[in-house]
């Protein structure tokens, strides 16, 4: 399963928003695919369409789809020539599949900023040039053995070569990798040097529960904001605190709780959102009486790899799959109605299913 790692500074609020996320607790039952380890926590899609095919199939059970995040405590200055336990971190970051980046934004005289005072920007450069630093060394190294094979006209080395340098010129230039123009080509090329500046990146700005309203005027955040928009990266908002709060909340109470602090959607939920959209992935439904359920696939699937997220015998006897669009399914407000309005198509091995597409799927056992 794929995975989003947490990374930040140490007092950030990076361990407040894990235990966010792990005390809002998602059935592990439910998920067999996802790890069993106290490093990682899995979190459930808020997903408003799951609520409305509920009402509409009235289903006995209904179930969410999640996925993981890994807490990647303690990156410090220094990581990237090995100190302390530097090393260590950099090969969990290189296991995840994209990096959200918690960012001090806010003020507490109480609590010690490992720099002398807030300044995310500072904080972000200084994670970021770790990175960057790390994979400027495994460029290097593989650099002194694709030149030489080059000179010797080794072909798949001759193709290689001018990419590193693209790349070690990029990082030269503080450039993270995912910043470097590479072409599909140019990528594919790389991709199996696992870079760890090439992984996507969010950053998580945390902000103090009495900013966390008027967030956008909140000058850190937008430091932070100026700073992501150059590096092609979205920017989500927490109070890392109110969500480890509400997490002990049931639902209704949730609500109430946001209505008082005056904001509409939980930080985290839009994290969650964020994030799963940074990996890569998509939902598809199936909607029967006995269960209402999102399954999770990695966008450009084509239907019997989907299939196969139910079941390995669902993608091994695959024959097709009935689809409907979820818009066209509550538009014409049943399964039913929706074949009778043409709605309802029947998908082939080669079909590539689209978000929101819920699917019935038929196979050979
Ligand atoms: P980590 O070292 O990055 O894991 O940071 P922690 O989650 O342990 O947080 C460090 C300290 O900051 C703790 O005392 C937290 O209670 C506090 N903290 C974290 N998030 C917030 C927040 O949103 N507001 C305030 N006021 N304090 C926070």
Redo the contacts with the bound molecule.
């Keep these: 399963a794929l995975t989003a790692g947490i990374v930040?500074?140490?007092?950030?609020?990076?361990?407040?928003?894990?235990?966010a996320i792990t005390k809002a607790g998602a059935e592990a039952a439910n998920y067999p695919f996802c790890t069993i380890d106290p490093n990682v926590g899995i979190v459930e899609v808020p997903d408003e369409r799951l609520d409305k095919l509920t009402e509409l199939v009235v289903p006995k059970k209904t179930v969410p789809t999640a996925f993981e995040f890994t807490d990647i405590?303690g990156i410090v200055e220094g990581a990237s020539k090995g100190e302390g336990l530097g090393n260590k971190f950099l090969s969990h970051i290189r296991e995840v599949d994209a990096i959200c980046q918690?960012v001090r934004c806010?003020v507490?005289e109480n609590?010690t900023h490992v720099a002398g005072k807030v300044n995310p920007i500072d904080d972000i450069e200084i994670i970021n040039l770790e990175l960057i630093l790390a994979d400027m060394e495994s460029v290097d190294k593989r650099l002194a053995r694709v030149s030489k094979m080059a000179k010797q006209k080794d072909k798949a080395a001759m193709i290689e070569e001018p990419i590193l340098l693209k790349l070690k010129e990029g990082f030269e230039n503080e450039l993270a990798a995912r910043s470097v123009d590479l072409t599909d080509d140019e990528y594919q090329v790389v991709k199996g040097m696992h870079l760890l500046t090439i992984k996507p990146m969010l950053y998580v700005a945390?902000?103090?529960?009495d900013e966390i309203a008027d967030a956008d005027n909140n000058p850190y955040v937008q430091q932070v904001r100026d700073f992501a928009a150059k590096d092609n990266a979205e920017v989500i908002v927490v109070?890392?605190?109110?969500e480890e709060e509400m997490a002990e909340l049931e639902d209704d109470e949730k609500e109430m709780f946001l209505e008082e602090l005056g904001i509409k959607e939980s930080g985290l939920d839009q994290l969650i959102k964020a994030t799963y959209n940074l990996l890569g992935l998509a939902t598809y439904f199936t909607a029967g009486v006995q269960e209402v359920r999102a399954w999770t696939f990695r966008k450009g699937m084509k239907a019997p790899q989907c299939a196969g997220v139910i079941h390995t015998d669902f993608e091994r006897g695959f024959i097709r799959a009935e689809t409907v669009a979820y818009d066209d399914l509550v538009e014409n407000g049943s399964m039913a109605a929706a074949k009778e309005a043409g709605k309802v198509r029947l998908e082939g091995k080669e079909y590539i299913v689209k978000d929101g597409d819920v699917m019935l799927f038929r196979f050979n056992v």
Excluded: R
């Design positions: 930040g500074l140490p007092n950030v609020g990076k361990s407040t928003l894990f235990n405590a918690v806010f507490d609590i945390n902000v103090s529960e109070c890392a605190k109110i």
